[in-house]
Every structure is written in structure tokens, then in C-alpha cells.
């Protein structure tokens, strides 16, 4: 055991940036095709080879880019939808507990039943949920 210890002591140093840098790309490739592709240690990004060959396009020019969206987006006009929007809404808006009480009290004649219920109900949360 201790003779493996000093075998590999003398790998601890050895700086894997430098002999990377020193690599060819030819043999860069070549390394990259011996990785282990199931290792879960590396990078996604890793394990997965490279495969693009195309050479670069060119420069990259920002606001010639965003000239260009613009210009398209104004060119073509949206599609219609399907329904048209009305504004209604469809589902129920949250009611709180108090909310329920104060108007039920405004009716002439509230049930003395139903406001019963609700004093003896649960209390309820007083606002909507967060992911109302």
C-alpha cells in the first residue's frame, strides 16, 4: 500500500492545463473520443463530443441585428387570433372570509343561519395564495 502512495506522489504535481495546451487539436480529438460518455463526473457539456465542423461566420454585429428584427417585426403583420380577446373572466375572484361576511351583512335580511356557519367555520386565509 505505501508503495502505491509513492508511486502516485509523484503525479500529484503534474499540471494537466500545460500538457493539455501542449496537444495538438488532431489529438485533442483523439482524447476527446476516449472519454468515458457515461461518466457522471464530467460536464454535460463534456461528455458529449463535439461534432460541428462549420467554420465561423463571421463577426457578430449587434445592432445591425436588432435594426434587422425590428425592421422584420414591423414588416409582418401578427396573425389574427382565432378568438378575439373580450376581457371576461371566467373563473371566480377570490373572496376572503371577512369579504364574504361584510356582504352578506349589506343584504336587508341576512340569514342568521349562514352568518352562524361562517363565525363557526375555520378560519380561512384572509388573502389569496401566493400562486393566485
Same mark, same amino acid.
Given at each position: ?13 503534474? /499540471?494537466? /492545463? ?20 457515461? /461518466? ?25 441585428l ?12 401578427d ?11 371566467r ?28 363565525? /363557526? ?12
Open positions: 500500500m505505501a508503495f502505491m502512495k509513492k508511486e502516485l506522489e509523484k503525479y500529484r504535481d503534474v /499540471d494537466e /492545463d500545460e500538457i493539455l495546451r501542449k496537444l495538438s487539436d488532431e489529438e485533442l480529438r483523439e482524447l476527446e473520443n476516449e472519454l468515458d460518455q457515461d /461518466d457522471t463526473h464530467l460536464p454535460a457539456g463534456l461528455r458529449q463530443k463535439d461534432q460541428t465542423k462549420k467554420a465561423p461566420t463571421g463577426a457578430f454585429h449587434r445592432d445591425e436588432l435594426a434587422h428584427l425590428e425592421k422584420q417585426a414591423k414588416d409582418h403583420p396573425k389574427q387570433d382565432p378568438v378575439p380577446y373580450t376581457g371576461e373572466k373563473e371566480k375572484p377570490f373572496l376572503s372570509q371577512l369579504q364574504i361576511v361584510s356582504e352578506i351583512n349589506r343584504w336587508p335580511h341576512p340569514p342568521t343561519l349562514l352568518l352562524n356557519l361562517l363565525k /363557526d367555520a375555520p378560519a380561512l386565509p384572509q388573502s389569496p395564495p401566493a400562486d393566485f
